[in-house]
């Protein structure tokens, strides 16, 4: 068995995959944080990423005007609320996987 011959031309970015998972440079974590807490919505979107700008813009004051607290809280509350987010979808699913729904017979 030989090996395929190795070609000529390099990818624009060699940091980066160039195959059909390439990572593009717009695309980040917040991208996905706003995605999950908005549930892909296009308009809860928008509001997870106002969300998540005056967290980031209020750490900055926080960090200006405080002198025990740093404006890494705001990661805090960004892990907190992302868990919470994801939490909720998991116990719905493990309810249902478990068959503890509840339908109400009227």
């Not at 011959?5 to 059909?20: A, C, D, I, Q, T």
């Not at 926080?62 to 740093?70: A, I, K, L, M, R």
């Not at 805090?76 to 919470?84: A, E, N």
């Not at 249902?96 to 509840?102: E, V």
Request: glycine share 10%; with cysteine.
């Amino acid at each position: 068995m030989t090996t395929p011959p190795k070609p000529n031309l390099r990818p624009k970015n060699p940091r980066f995959s160039s195959g059909p998972c390439t990572k593009h440079p717009d695309w980040s974590f917040a991208g996905l944080k706003g995605a999950l807490l908005g549930r892909n919505h296009p308009v809860g979107v928008i509001l997870a990423a106002l969300l998540f700008a005056v967290l980031q813009h209020g750490g900055i004051y926080v960090d200006g005007f405080s002198e025990h607290v740093t404006k890494d809280i705001v990661q805090v509350l960004q892990g907190i609320i992302i868990l919470f987010v994801a939490a909720e979808s998991f116990f719905k699913y493990m309810s249902s996987r478990l068959g503890l729904n509840r339908s109400a017979k009227v």
